[in-house]
């Protein structure tokens, strides 16, 4: 039985090397394919493997077709939005993610991307603080959830909302709930986006919701650059010269707005909200035992193409 670790972005060494541990425990033989360059690489990677680890790697129709012998593929990580789910279900693979397991290491940056641009992307000019100032959470998941917790233990004001979540859950969570989306932009200094890139949430924070948020308020985007409306985006920042915003995944038209708004905006060079070792190694080891758990039990647990 083989296992493709495939990760454009490679894990740190630690989780590779316990992703190998777990693997040939169970009996499994490992194949690494990091930096690959085009699809074909993966096509021809992922042939005779009977298991696959992803991170954003891309899972088209065309490498299913590939894989002659797939089963399983578990995306370390959140969001799957990366895998054709349809395709992969008509080729009967099933396809699971491991939720929560690089939950803190994103949270930890929304929160360091608040503080670079309230001190202006660490320029000499004032900054301001984060002391005080509201936060609006949307997405009260995993994510989101910690962002509030971190915040909250700052000295900020954490403000929520989930279109999943009753206003009980939301305070539970700790923090307040929002009365409507439109509520927690006009509200907050700082939103922290965290939804899923879905039919229904790509493109749907751009004007409207934006130009609402309060003088000075940043936007932070650690979830997906799909469900922002770039043309929104643009004509909020050049009518509200007050406004800001970081994401950790670079709009289409980076350079043209870098230049436009300078320390504005900044977005990552790559996505590396899930990018530190122990976010790595506990997604890369619970995807691993997910697919031991899935040949040896037949466990399904985190499947999200049923
Ligand atoms: C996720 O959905 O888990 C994060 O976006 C992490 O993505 P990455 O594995 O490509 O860093």
Same mark, same amino acid.
């Given at each position: 039985?083989?296992?493709?670790?495939?990760?454009?972005?490679?894990?740190?060494?630690?989780?590779?090397? %316990?992703? &190998?541990?777990?693997?040939?425990?169970?009996?499994?033989?490992?194949?690494?394919?990091?930096?690959?360059?085009?699809?074909?690489?993966?096509?021809?990677?992922?042939?005779?493997?009977?298991?696959?680890?992803?991170?954003?790697?891309? $899972?088209?129709?065309?490498?299913?077709?590939?894989?002659?012998?797939? &089963?399983?593929? $578990?995306?370390?990580?959140?969001?799957?939005?990366? $895998?054709?789910?349809?395709?992969?279900?008509?080729?009967? $693979?099933?396809?699971?993610? #491991?939720?929560?397991?690089?939950?803190?290491? *994103?949270?930890?940056?929304?929160?360091?991307?608040?503080?670079?641009?309230?001190?202006?992307?660490? #320029?000499?000019?004032?900054? #301001?603080?984060? +002391?005080? =100032?509201?936060?609006?959470?949307?997405?009260? %998941?995993?994510?989101?959830?910690?962002?509030?917790?971190?915040?909250?233990?700052?000295?900020?004001?954490?403000?929520?909302?989930?279109?999943?979540?009753?206003?009980?859950?939301? =305070?539970? %969570?700790?923090?307040?709930?929002?009365?409507?989306?439109?509520?927690?932009?006009?509200?907050?200094?700082? *939103?922290? *986006?965290?939804?899923?890139?879905?039919?229904? #949430?790509?493109?749907?924070?751009?004007?409207?919701?934006?130009? &609402?948020?309060?003088?000075?308020? /940043? +936007?932070?985007?650690?979830?997906?650059?799909?469900?922002?409306?770039?043309?929104?985006?643009?004509?909020?920042?050049?009518?509200? /010269?007050? +406004? &800001?915003?970081?994401?950790?995944?670079?709009?289409?038209?980076?350079?043209?707005?870098?230049?436009? @708004?300078?320390?504005?905006?900044?977005?990552?060079? =790559?996505?590396?909200?899930?990018? /530190?070792?122990?976010?790595?190694?506990?997604?890369?080891?619970?995807?691993?035992?997910?697919?031991?758990?899935? @040949?040896?039990? %037949?466990?399904?647990?985190?499947? *999200?193409?049923?």
């Amino acid at each position: 039985m083989k296992i493709l670790l495939a990760t454009q972005k490679p894990f740190a060494a630690a989780a590779v090397n %316990g992703i &190998k541990d777990i693997a040939e425990k169970a009996g499994f033989e490992v194949a690494l394919l990091e930096k690959y360059e085009s699809e074909a690489d993966l096509c021809a990677a992922v042939a005779d493997a009977d298991a696959m680890i992803i991170r954003s790697d891309k $899972v088209t129709p065309a490498v299913l077709d590939a894989a002659k012998n797939l &089963k399983i593929v $578990v995306r370390a990580g959140a969001g799957y939005d990366n $895998v054709d789910l349809a395709a992969a279900t008509a080729h009967n $693979v099933v396809v699971e993610n #491991t939720p929560g397991q690089n939950s803190n290491a *994103v949270a930890e940056l929304a929160i360091a991307m608040m503080i670079y641009m309230s001190r202006g992307q660490f #320029t000499p000019a004032a900054g #301001t603080e984060i +002391l005080g =100032k509201k936060v609006g959470i949307q997405a009260f %998941g995993n994510v989101g959830r910690l962002v509030g917790k971190k915040a909250e233990a700052l000295g900020m004001k954490v403000y929520a909302i989930d279109p999943f979540l009753s206003a009980e859950k939301i =305070k539970e %969570g700790g923090a307040e709930p929002a009365e409507s989306l439109e509520a927690l932009y006009a509200g907050c200094d700082f *939103v922290s *986006v965290h939804i899923p890139a879905t039919p229904q #949430t790509i493109g749907s924070i751009g004007y409207d919701l934006i130009s &609402k948020m309060p003088k000075g308020a /940043t +936007l932070v985007n650690t979830a997906r650059k799909e469900v922002i409306d770039e043309a929104g985006l643009e004509k909020a920042l050049e009518q509200r /010269t007050d +406004l &800001k915003y970081i994401t950790d995944v670079a709009p289409d038209n980076y350079a043209a707005l870098k230049e436009k @708004f300078g320390t504005r905006i900044f977005a990552t060079p =790559k996505k590396m909200g899930a990018q /530190t070792a122990e976010a790595n190694i506990n997604a890369g080891l619970a995807a691993a035992n997910q697919i031991v758990a899935f @040949f040896k039990d %037949g466990c399904t647990k985190f499947q *999200v193409n049923k």
